[in-house]
């Protein structure tokens, strides 16, 4: 059975930093390609970033480059996500799961979902 554990959402100011963490269980995490993905009040989920399980390949989405990271540890089942330099339009919950590219865009895996970790960029 796979479980999708986050946290590390906090309520914090325009600038500042978080890092957020997702821990997995129930299918083979090192050799899988994760995602975060995220959802804004009143809108769709979207994808975030994407680590490769082979040779940890990251690629983001416009709105996050050059501010977000993704980074694993296949020895704790744990894929983290660094947000620097947070801006309201990041609030949101987030979520990883199992990723893959497919039709031209990062898609889940898995159509059960954690709990996901709230984030809110306020003044």
């Known amino acids: 059975q796979v479980q999708l554990v986050e946290s590390g959402g906090a309520l914090v100011q325009p600038g500042q930093t978080l890092r957020l963490s997702c821990t997995a269980s129930?299918?083979?995490?090192?050799?899988?390609?994760l995602c975060w993905f995220r959802q804004a009040p009143g809108k769709e989920r979207e994808w975030v970033a994407f680590i490769s399980g082979i040779d940890t390949t990251t690629n983001y989405a416009d709105s996050v480059k050059g501010r977000f990271a993704i980074s694993r540890d296949n020895a704790k089942n744990t894929v983290y996500l660094q947000l620097n330099d947070l801006k309201p339009d990041d609030t949101a919950v987030y979520y990883c799961?199992?990723?893959?590219?497919?039709?031209?865009?990062?898609?889940?895996?898995?159509?059960?979902w954690g709990q996901g970790t709230q984030v809110t960029v306020s003044s």
């Open positions: 129930g299918f083979d995490f090192s050799g899988s390609g």
């Open positions: 799961n199992r990723g893959l590219y497919s039709s031209g865009r990062y898609i889940p895996v898995y159509g059960t």
